[in-house]
Nanobody, 126 residues
């Protein structure tokens, strides 16, 4: 059974940084794309980042490009999202997601086959 467990959320001031982690388990191989969605208050979930199994296929939403960095430790099946220059618009529940069908990120944000974690709250406020 696929399991994704997020950690690292919290309250941060505007301009600050946070690092989210996600531990993945239950996958039959390491050839899967993994990443993050978020749901901002009153809005639909949006894909914000993805990293492929080799680490070379990487995708960012325009809203976070240049501020967020995704990385992956294949030895421990852990994915990280380093978030910098946070603004109140980044306030959301952040979900770790994974697609076991694909090892690259080309269709990740529109995939209907994502496994989801339970989410971690990130609040950016002064």
């Amino acid at each position: 059974q696929l399991q994704l467990v997020e950690s690292g959320g919290g309250l941060v001031q505007p301009g600050g940084s946070l690092r989210l982690s996600c531990a993945a388990s239950g996958f039959t191989s390491d050839r899967f794309a993994i990443g993050w969605f978020r749901r901002r208050p009153g809005k639909e979930p949006e894909g914000i980042s993805c990293i492929g199994s080799s680490g070379t296929s990487i995708l960012y939403a325009d809203s976070v490009k240049g501020r967020f960095t995704i990385s992956r430790d294949s030895a421990t099946n852990t994915v990280y999202l380093q978030m910098s220059d946070l603004t109140p618009e980044d306030t959301a529940v952040y979900y770790c997601t994974a697609d076991s069908r694909f090892a690259v990120c080309a269709y990740y944000f529109v995939s209907r086959n994502l496994a989801w974690g339970h989410g971690t709250q990130v609040t950016v406020s002064s």
